[in-house]
């Protein structure tokens, strides 16, 4: 497929220009090498612009990832599976606020892992087999249309899907198209392997749509399986087809198993992210103030992420000031910064397909200085953090469950030098009530199927995030009574070393205080 890519895209881009005699690719949804070139820099970490003199990753599907490597993916997916086995993914679909009103589009997280497409509305089959390739790939995409594209602009279309994405075979999107083939290829297969939704619930009639869809069902647009079938028997065909198999396998375990050790690529792509947050993070820092609206810092941080490139914010900021920071999950954003608070930030962006996630706390005060108190239990958390992440290798053998143990006992110690006097299970159950961290990839709480007593492996990469929340009672030591505070990085894990990914953001004392302060 890469070589077939790289025979197809066109000359007439000027750093392409002695690429002459190559065929063009179809034009697709989404930006390719040969229509954004800005976005497929070959130095991706730099961010090299090729109008500027930089080379083009003409091998790249998506920005920072090979065409080769989404290849490999459904290879290694394959090869993991029994002889006989198919494969059925559905793509995501276009959500709405309200009526015809849209979200932003996000891909299915295994649809955009195995595929790299970013149009909705997809479906994927693999289907193993003797062939040299191992596997027949038929995707299921929306054809071109001219009438949509003067609302919507283009699509890959069936085509695109061959050239592009590498498919054997393409076919409309079509309900009847799409049941038809998936009735043929399932009934030939000993092991189907797909994600059926977590409640099936009985179709009423619908005025929705005319007729049935197999993408409704096994991804609905709601959470609901009401509407979106007009005959009860249909329904019940396709639950039969895809559910009544005692040879119906977990799709999502088998790709978490593989999406759990990221690749080089996915690294180098997932730093950038970390750094793009990390200097949103030091914006924030700068503009943190008594007076400024939480929401305003927000903004900010939003703001910085943008402009380097980011798409979307990978989750609901948390901008925790003063006694809100003692809700972990505090995203109304909606107070005022005091002159001798913290703030507690808990934001990151997704960069290219994968997730940042980093937390800072950060006063709020005049002079961007802690008080005693305030400084005294960051550093306790700060010495946790980094104390974790010493341990987070694959040649010490700890698991994430292991490293949360570790990270209660290093947080009970830090306390009681502080003099809190600690009962049974008052770390865990009232001062730090959350885990330690999780998973981290292309989503935010990757790999879920991934259990937390699975030791670190090279290529993991998780979140540390000791907190400590102090409740404004007699039980506990005055001076930190109402004190909310989390210090968070990511991780990716190496054998006998790591990377914080997240290194950008400043956590040490001295580099806040002097941020905050205007110092630096």
């Known amino acids: 497929m890469q070589r077939m890519l790289l025979r197809a895209w066109p000359s007439r881009v000027r750093c392409l220009a002695t690429k002459a005699a ?28 090729p109008a500027t003199g930089g080379d083009v990753a003409l091998d790249h599907l998506t920005p920072g990832i090979p065409a080769s490597e989404y290849e490999q993916r459904r290879q290694s997916l394959m090869d993991r599976l029994p002889e006989n086995s198919v494969v059925v993914l559905m793509g995501g679909r276009t959500k709405y606020m309200s009526r015809n009103i849209f979200y ?27 062939s040299q390739r191992g596997y027949k790939m038929t995707m299921f995409v929306e054809p071109c249309q001219a009438h949509k594209e003067v609302w919507d602009g283009p ?16 076919l409309s999107n079509d309900p009847a198209i799409m049941l038809q083939y998936l009735k043929s290829s399932v009934s030939r297969c000993d092991h189907l392997y797909v994600d059926l939704p977590t409640q099936v619930t009985v179709p009423r009639q619908s005025l929705r749509s005319p007729r049935f869809s197999i993408h409704d069902f096994l991804a609905p647009p709601s959470p609901t399986g009401f509407d979106l079938f007009v005959r009860k028997t249909d329904f019940d065909n396709v639950v039969k087809l895809l559910s009544d198999r005692r040879n119906t396998h977990s799709l999502q375990r088998e790709l978490d198993q593989l999406r759990s050790r990221k690749s080089e690529n996915e690294i180098k792509v997932m730093r950038q ?17 008594p007076g400024l609206p939480e929401a305003e810092a927000q903004a900010v941080f939003e703001y910085e992420c943008a402009r380097r490139g980011a798409e979307r914010q990978a989750y609901v900021p948390v901008f925790a000031s003063g006694r809100n920071a003692l809700m972990i999950h505090y995203v109304r954003n909606d107070n005022l910064m005091g002159p001798n608070d913290v703030m507690s930030v808990d934001a990151g962006c997704e960069f290219r397909g994968y997730a940042s996630d980093i937390t800072r706390t950060m006063p709020t005060s005049q002079d961007g200085r802690f008080t005693g108190p305030q400084r005294d239990l960051y550093e306790a958390l700060l010495r946790t953090l980094k104390g974790c992440t010493q341990l987070a290798t694959a040649r010490q053998g700890y698991s994430l469950s292991e490293l949360h143990r570790r990270s209660v006992e290093m947080l009970s110690a830090e306390l009681r030098d502080l003099g809190f006097q600690l009962g049974f299970g008052t770390v865990e159950r009232v001062l730090y009530p959350h885990y330690i961290g999780h998973w981290l990839g292309i989503d935010l709480h990757d790999t879920s199927t991934v259990e937390r007593s699975t030791r670190l492996q090279e290529g993991m990469v998780l979140t540390i995030e000791p907190g400590l929340y102090v409740p404004d009672e007699p039980a506990y030591p005055k001076a930190f009574r109402g004190l909310g505070m989390r210090v968070e990085d990511d991780v990716a894990v190496g ?6 990914l997240s290194a950008e953001a400043p956590k040490e004392v001295a580099d806040i205080e002097a941020v905050c302060g205007g110092r630096i």
Not at 273 to 289: L, P
């Open 155 to 170: 699509t890959c279309g069936l085509e695109g899907a061959e050239r592009i994405f590498g498919a054997n075979e393409a």
């Open 104 to 130: 932003k589009f996000r891909q299915e997280s295994n649809f955009w892992y195995l595929t790299g497409m970013q149009e909705p509305d997809a479906a994927l089959v693999l289907e193993k087999n003797s």
């Open 495 to 500: 054998y006998a070393d790591n990377v914080v």
């Open 273 to 289: 992210a970390g750094a793009i947050s990390g200097e949103a993070m030091t914006q924030v820092m700068r503009a943190a103030r």
């Open 22 to 49: 190559h065929e063009s690719l179809p034009v697709c949804g989404q930006p390719l090498p040969h229509t954004h070139p800005h976005l497929f820099p070959k130095d991706f970490r730099r961010g090299t612009d």
